[in-house]
């Protein structure tokens, strides 16, 4: 598509519970990014893809969240055993990465609003 | 750890006002971004610096990269009320990552 789609848009889920985030980037983007944003605060690093490189993980903020992609395309983040301070927006974005250097800006999806209940 | 500290973190100002939003780190970053995000969307890309010293303008927005490709600046010149929502800067990790500040919010009444 033309842009980057994630899904679902919203999602509530009791406290305890798994859950799964989508993301589809961009065609022939190599690198896929997932951030974390509290309500009107700044992006928190979560993980980022690149290549067929070993995912940088260094910001998943414990054990309960993970994420791959699959065949270079679309990835999945989920979180296990949900708490409430994981409620925030999740968001996707994809660019161009060449030799390591960022050449183009990222191209975010609205993101997935999660509320932990 | 690469931190970026923007500021201020809250502005709200009348239409016709100008501006400055700041962008600082101790970090030297291989390329810098501004972002504006409205609510319900992610974050769209304004504009990349990357020479030290650089500066670009988009209509009555100016961007400036610092001379040691530290720290940035965003001057809006007359704001509108269009100009409203959340202005992030991001600096590029020299592995293709971006690091966030923590966002200001534009406010420009009418």
């Known amino acids: 598509g033309a842009g980057v789609s994630q899904s679902p848009s919203n999602k509530v889920t009791e406290k305890g519970k798994d859950v799964e985030l989508r993301c589809d980037p961009i065609?022939?983007?190599?690198?896929l990014y997932w951030y974390r944003q509290s309500l009107g605060q700044g992006l928190e690093f979560l993980i980022y893809?690149?290549?067929?490189?070993?995912?940088?993980k260094s910001g998943l903020p414990s054990d309960r969240f993970s994420a791959e992609r699959t065949g270079g395309s679309v990835s999945t983040l989920t979180i296990q055993r949900t708490q409430q301070e994981d409620s925030a927006v999740y968001l996707c974005?994809?660019?161009?990465?060449?030799?390591?250097?960022?050449?183009?800006?990222?191209?975010f999806g609205s993101g997935t609003r999660l509320t932990v209940v | 750890t690469q931190l970026l500290e923007q500021s201020p973190q809250f502005l709200s100002i009348q239409e016709g006002e100008n501006l400055t939003v700041y962008c600082n780190s101790s970090?030297?970053?291989?390329?810098l971004q501004w972002y504006r995000q409205e609510p319900g969307e992610g974050p769209v890309l304004l504009v990349t610096?990357?020479?030290?010293?650089e500066v670009k303008k988009l209509k009555r927005l100016t961007f400036q990269f610092g001379d040691a490709r530290k720290d940035s600046s965003l001057h809006i010149t007359a704001a509108q009320p269009g100009d409203t929502g959340l202005y992030l800067c991001?600096?590029?990790?020299?592995?293709?990552?971006?690091?966030f500040g923590q966002g200001t919010t534009l406010q420009v009444k009418p």
């Open positions: 974005a994809s660019s161009l990465v060449s030799g390591g250097l960022l050449n183009y800006g990222y191209t």
């Open positions: 065609s022939g983007h190599t690198a």
């Open positions: 893809f690149q290549g067929n490189s070993a995912p940088d």
């Open positions: 970090s030297v970053f291989s390329s």
């Open positions: 610096v990357v020479t030290g010293g």
């Open positions: 991001a600096g590029a990790s020299n592995t293709g990552k971006l690091i």
